[in-house]
């Protein structure tokens, strides 16, 4: 059971280029969720799935798109990456959308850097 | 819209106390939570409480909840060098799909 993990860790980006990052979890959960996290800023939500097949927008959710066509995969593309998303990506599951309190579970992060 | 607010960086002896407070302005949250983040790794939840509560403990933690101020605290006793990380608040209101607001977490560096 290896949870939540994303590929890659680590990308280094030219302003315009394209990129997808995968979010894979094990453990079935029906929620999945795309955070990035800067400095000073805690953790912002981009996208998130209720399902396979679903998605929908966060709070911070222009210059990038996403797809959930099975249910344990929840990829995050930049069409056209520019400076500002250079920042620290997070994917998160959870098991059941009825239950607020049961915890989302994070993976390792993929640190993005735009030059 | 939802915030979330805490102070950026808390400094402890090790073997202290550490208290870590958070507010919070949504007042339809029911469950709040904090979670630590290790230097490189996501996020990990310590602990939640629901709004009805004002009080839960486990082991180190204590977590105060002042409902009336939307005021929150992480008490962590006999703090160690291995609690070093950043806590993150966080809040969800009841219904919808579960939206988690997160602060911008609270930096401990615990001095040996």
């Known amino acids: 059971n290896a949870g939540v993990t994303q590929t890659p860790k680590f990308r280094v980006l030219k302003t315009g280029q394209s990129m997808t990052l995968l979010c894979a979890q094990d453990m079935n959960h029906e929620y999945m969720y795309w955070y990035r996290q800067d400095p000073g800023m805690g953790l912002r939500l981009i996208h998130y799935s209720v399902g396979e097949g679903t998605t929908a927008k966060g709070e911070v959710p222009d210059g990038y798109n996403v797809s959930r066509l099975k249910k344990q995969n929840f990829l995050l593309g930049l069409e056209s990456a520019a400076p500002s998303q250079t920042s620290v990506y997070f994917c998160?599951?959870?098991?059941?959308?009825?239950?607020?309190?049961?915890?989302?579970?994070f993976g390792p992060g993929t640190r993005l850097t735009v030059t | 819209g939802e915030d979330v607010e805490q102070s950026l960086f808390l400094s402890v002896r090790e073997g202290d106390s550490s208290v870590i407070n958070c507010t919070y302005t949504?007042?339809?949250?029911?469950?709040l939570y904090w979670y630590k983040q290790e230097p490189g790794a996501g996020l990990q939840l310590l602990t939640y409480?629901?709004?009805?509560?004002d009080m839960k403990q486990d082991q180190r933690l204590t977590v105060l909840l002042n409902k009336k101020d939307k005021h929150l605290s992480l008490r962590i006793a006999d703090t160690q060098t291995g609690d070093s990380a950043i806590y993150f608040c966080a809040e969800s209101p009841s219904g919808g799909y579960q939206k988690v607001t997160f602060g911008t977490g609270t930096k401990l560096q615990v001095i040996p």
């Open positions: 409480i629901f709004s009805n509560m």
């Open positions: 949504d007042s339809s949250s029911t469950y």
């Open positions: 998160a599951s959870k098991l059941s959308p009825r239950d607020p309190g049961l915890e989302q579970y």
